[in-house]
């Protein structure tokens, strides 16, 4: 049974075969040539960050299913500056229409000093300040970070998954698309 630590790169589909709608965009083929892997849960090709895949099915059900809870962990860089409000806005339960997010742990932070920077890059205005989130949920609807700054008036520039259960690319450093394989045994699933 392996386990893959991935750091998906800005772009890359989240998946081995090519994308019909985007053929020229690349793949996780070109990054992992270990045969029968398979993503446990997806990332946006416009979001970066880890990525766990495995050659267990049932761990990959355990690791993306939404009973065990894997929290994630999450580095948004927003358009704007948040106030009290707004961060609050975001902890609580937040109707997006469709569904209604659960409660979330949300931090206004510095940007991480060990964050590679993004190629090609965020454009920047002067005129309008950015700021850094970290945002930890044990859901993940599709999009739902981007969704969840979007509805309380904060847009998402940038998006960045850092952490799934005990692996963070900040103790298991990783730069965009490098990986590497873990015990299996670290990883414990709640209830």
Not at 91 to 120: C, H, I, K, Y
Not at 144 to 170: C, D, E, K, S, Y
Request: aromatic share 6%.
């Amino acid at each position: 049974m392996s386990l893959i630590l991935f750091n998906k790169p800005y772009q890359v589909m989240c998946q081995f075969s090519a994308d019909t709608a985007h053929p020229e965009r690349p793949t996780l083929a070109q990054y992992l040539d270990i045969p029968g892997i398979y993503p446990a849960g997806r990332l946006d090709a416009d979001s970066e960050g880890l990525m766990l895949l495995t050659d267990d099915g049932k761990l990959q059900h355990a690791i993306s299913h939404p009973m065990h809870k894997q929290a994630k962990t999450y580095l948004v860089q927003i358009d704007g500056v948040p106030d009290t409000h707004s961060l609050e806005r975001l902890r609580q339960p937040l109707d997006l229409g469709d569904f209604t997010t659960q409660s979330s742990e949300v931090r206004q932070v510095l940007e991480p000093a060990w964050l590679w920077p993004r190629s090609p890059p965020i454009r920047t205005r002067k005129e309008h300040p950015t700021s850094w989130l970290t945002i930890v949920i044990s859901e993940g609807k599709n999009r739902q970070i981007r969704r969840m700054t979007a509805a309380v008036g904060l847009p998402t520039l940038r998006l960045v998954r850092i952490a799934i259960g005990p692996f963070a690319l900040h103790t298991d450093p990783l730069l965009p698309g490098e990986w590497k394989m873990v015990e299996p045994a670290t990883l414990t699933m709640r209830r």
